[in-house]
């Protein structure tokens, strides 16, 4: 009898140490998923505009998720220390719930992370970039939103279009119907810029001379903090889900083996 | 004697055959060739003709190469840019003087010659010899002409064609993804797995609690000791013991 009893009570530490874990975990998923919201390298308008923005989508569900997960724990420690087998079994349903959103959140984050591919950022730079013409405000909004954002990309990360400045002579564009290719053939945000912001050499740019534009492609700028949202959301809310499995299981087994 | 002077005097007005045919410019430069402009290497170290000739670039489309004519001057309605390339097969322009093109060339200085800046001028009628951008993709080819007053003096030979870039249109660009990558099939198919063992565990905990419920033997219920008491009001000295 003895035995059972040290067998209970090390199994009653674990469960509250794997609530304790779980419950810290909640709260850096909260901080981390709020951090991804904030947008930090203002990419936000680029998956507006695609109507492609599920990743946002899963970052806010984290959010939640993870307060309720530093909420479930404590409710966990109080049920395990008290062995009440009513306070358990609501523990465990709602922990199933909270599971269930974040596998959602999981897997929609690093579905729509497959979908964000150079092409897509191509073609969406190319139709909207300096769009002059746009269709109703919905339109007008993106487009003003895209401009912005490659403008400061461009001029922040010393790139030039998604794989390189020969995107603007290799497809016509939005750019291209108000902009001449003689005297444009490519944005002069692509251009060496001075500390004034203007460029350093605009017939060296227009020329295509290296050091006076820039050759380099804007997708490692774009893909980098893309990935990173959408992996930190996916693969960290994995490794929480898999350690809270194994915290409910032994829960589950805990609340058999108690009584009323 | 006259035979002689009429010799010299043929010299004299002679065109010079030039070897060199002009090329396009490095292609390191990103802009060698667009859609409407191109870059050429600039003719140095070519002509060794007085200060006072004028070096003019011929560009022609291919069917006007093999009867141009040189005596053509610049200007005139059959070499003007606006009329390119309809009524005037070729045109004239970026026309400068030995000077601009100082012999040798120094080391690492880009020398080039950017056929197609001028935008300004390009529909004014008045300026015949714009350089302006090249209305298609081509294919054209070019020479450079030397002229004294209005004699050609000098020519380079033409060069090979060059075509220009035709811009494609964007929506023949495929945007779709490339599929699933193999990091989101496998958590995706770890966590339906992990979710539907602990769903299967929770319908086992309701079994398990509803069988209970109904009287089934729970596993840790501490046996109820049974304590018999005998009292002896008369052998008080002989109690049995009490048992837990």
Not at chain 1, 60 to 71: D, E, K, P, Q, S
């Amino acid at each position: 009898m003895a035995k059972s009893d040290d067998g209970i009570r090390i199994l009653q530490g674990l469960l509250v140490f794997g609530n304790v874990v779980i419950g810290m975990c909640g709260i850096a998923l909260t901080a981390e998923c709020i951090f991804f919201v904030s947008d930090p390298h203002g990419l936000y308008p680029l998956l507006e505009a695609t109507e492609n923005d599920d990743i946002y989508a899963a970052a806010w569900i984290g959010i939640f998720v993870g307060f309720a997960l530093f909420a479930l724990s404590i409710l966990g420690i109080v049920g395990v220390i008290k062995s009440n087998r009513t306070l358990l079994l609501v523990y465990i349903i709602l922990m199933l719930i909270t599971y269930a959103f974040e596998m959602a959140s999981c897997i929609t984050a690093a579905t729509h992370r497959d979908f964000l591919t150079p092409n897509l950022f191509l073609k969406q730079m190319l139709e909207r970039y300096q769009k002059s013409e746009p269709d109703n405000n919905n339109d007008k909004w993106m487009t003003e939103g895209v401009t912005k954002t490659w403008d400061k990309l461009m001029l922040q990360n010393q790139c030039c279009g998604v794989r390189g400045p020969s995107d603007w002579q290799e497809y016509t564009s939005a750019f291209r119907i108000t902009n001449n290719d003689a005297d444009f053939p490519w944005p002069h945000n692509c251009c060496v810029m001075d500390a004034r912001g203007s460029p350093v050499n605009l017939d060296g740019c227009k020329l295509g001379v290296p050091g006076y534009y820039n050759s380099n492609g804007c997708y490692d700028a774009i893909s980098g903090p893309m990935n990173t949202h959408a992996w930190g959301v996916a693969w960290f809310g994995f490794a929480i889900l898999c350690w809270t499995f194994c915290v409910l299981l032994g829960t589950m087994f805990y609340w058999s083996r108690t009584e009323y | 004697m006259f035979p002689l002077l009429l010799l010299l005097l043929a010299r004299a007005h002679g065109l010079e055959e030039i070897s060199y045919t002009p090329t396009l410019a490095s292609p390191t430069l990103g802009g060698q060739t667009t859609a409407s402009t191109f870059v050429l290497e600039q003719p140095r170290c070519v002509f060794k003709v007085q200060d006072s000739a004028v070096i003019w670039l011929v560009v022609a489309v291919p069917e006007a190469v093999a009867n141009f004519n040189n005596s053509v001057g610049p200007g005139t309605p059959e070499r003007a840019f606006q009329e390119f390339p309809t009524k005037a097969p070729a045109y004239m322009t970026l026309n400068t003087t030995l000077l601009n093109y100082p012999c040798p060339k120094p080391p690492g200085e880009i020398t080039v010659l950017r056929v197609g800046s001028e935008t300004n001028c390009s529909k004014d009628e008045m300026r015949p010899t714009c350089n302006g951008p090249l209305p298609g993709p081509g294919p054209y080819r070019v020479k450079f002409l030397a002229l004294e007053g209005s004699e050609p003096v000098a020519q380079t030979a033409w060069s090979e064609p060059i075509t220009l870039r035709t811009a494609r249109q964007p929506g023949s660009i495929p945007a779709m993804g490339s599929g699933h990558s193999a990091g989101m099939i496998a958590l995706t198919s770890i966590l339906s797995i992990l979710f539907a063992i602990l769903l299967a565990g929770l319908v086992a905990m309701l079994v398990f609690w509803s069988s209970d419920a109904c009287g089934g033997s729970s596993t840790f219920s501490k046996p109820e000791a049974v304590t018999v008491r005998r009292y002896n009001t008369h052998h008080v000295y002989d109690q049995p013991p009490a048992r837990l």
